[in-house]
């Protein structure tokens, strides 16, 4: 089973449409996360069970646009300045 990268809830979806919950785990992947991965299982597993997993770096966000024609932002640091 390969880990999609395309049809993760941040790449298709605004951050309006994050579920309604106390808490959620929030995950980055880049071209370095994506290859562990594809070899460790408990690390595909993490991966694919955040809430949330946003793309690090451009490689991700190439490879959203070349497979599929998906335009994925990166988010910018400022979300991050307002998470407690």
Request: aromatic letters at 6%; hydrophobic letters at 45%; a neutral charge.
């Amino acid at each position: 089973m390969s880990l999609n990268i395309i049809e993760t809830r941040t790449s298709i979806a605004p951050l309006d449409n994050l579920p309604a919950k106390s808490k959620l785990l929030v995950n980055t992947i880049n071209q370095y996360s994506y290859c562990i991965s594809e070899e460790d299982s408990a690390f595909k597993k993490a991966l694919l069970e955040s809430d949330v997993l946003l793309p690090d770096g451009v490689a991700i966000v190439l490879a959203s646009k070349w497979l599929n024609g998906i335009t994925v932002r990166k988010l910018p640091v400022q979300i991050f300045m307002n998470i407690n």
